[in-house]
């Protein structure tokens, strides 16, 4: 099976409390995968492992077969992995889809026109909507 990530036996602890117990995760490439639990059942704990935010206590992690050290969120990023955080503070003024977007870096290249919003540019290298209508 051609595995796009694969991390396993992932464990993490906060202040000496374990919340990944050994967790094997398997990303298949061009598939959607929906991750569920009750809450505190350690998801978000387990994507900012994925996503460098934080370093695993145990567990290996491989991209496409290669093994891999995720040691901050820039390493990630090399890797091809993003995450979009669960934010309480969207900025209103801002469509759906350019809010997770915000982070882009000024030299990505920006879609044109707001994909929700085709009356809208984005300006800033994709960090903000002006809201001014298309010229021409
Ligand atoms: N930075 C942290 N410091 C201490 N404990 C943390 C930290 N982050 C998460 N935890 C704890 O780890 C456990 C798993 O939390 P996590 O946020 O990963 O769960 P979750 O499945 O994403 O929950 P939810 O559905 O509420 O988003 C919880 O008990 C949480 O309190
Ligand atoms: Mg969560």
């Not at 996503?51 to 890797?79: F, M, N, Q, T, Y």
Request: charged share 20%; proline share 8%; net charge neutral.
């Amino acid at each position: 099976m051609n595995l796009l990530v694969e991390m396993k036996g992932i464990r993490k602890s906060f202040y000496g409390v374990e919340v990944l117990h050994g967790v094997d995760f398997h990303l298949q490439a061009g598939t959607v995968h929906a991750l569920m639990g009750e809450n505190g059942a350690g998801k978000s704990t387990l994507m900012k492992v994925l996503a460098g935010v934080h370093k695993c206590d145990a567990g290996e992690i491989a991209i496409e077969g290669r093994p891999v050290e995720i040691d901050s969120p820039a390493k990630a990023r090399e890797l091809g992995i993003a995450m979009i955080h669960q934010e309480l503070s969207p900025v209103s003024e801002m469509s759906v889809a350019e809010n997770p977007a915000i982070c882009w870096p000024r030299s990505t290249s920006a879609p044109p026109s707001s994909p929700t919003c085709p009356g809208r540019r984005w300006s800033g290298g994709g960090r903000s909507c002006c809201g001014a209508p298309p010229a021409g």
